[in-house]
């Protein structure tokens, strides 16, 4: 069985990365890369020393999810109504050709 290295890094380290990772505008993920951590010991660290900023990343993320998902419905409705036309042209110019 292989041995996991366990790398302890000092506290400063820590609250700085977290620091890093929640005041840029870069994904948790690539920031983690950057610094060459695993992500969930960043977001563990963002987790313990900025509790408050990481529902504030989660609430951004569901809006813009949210709004997404309402343009992605919009669009929906509008390729069901160009479909529904469609039939309805295909349906009347083959009764026309009989």
């Keep these: 069985m292989i041995k996991r290295q366990v790398t302890h890094y000092p506290s400063e380290f820590k609250e700085s990365s977290a620091k890093l990772a929640v ?55 509008s390729l069901r109504q160009e479909r529904d036309i469609l039939k309805k042209a295909a349906a009347y110019f083959a009764r026309e050709i009989k």
């Design 23 to 77: 005041d840029v505008e870069v994904p948790i993920a690539q920031t983690a890369e950057s610094l060459g951590l695993n992500v969930s010991t960043l977001h563990g660290w963002i987790k313990k020393y900025y509790p408050n900023q990481q529902r504030a990343t989660k609430i951004l993320l569901q809006d813009a999810s949210s709004e997404e998902l309402k343009r992605l419905r919009k669009e929906i409705s």
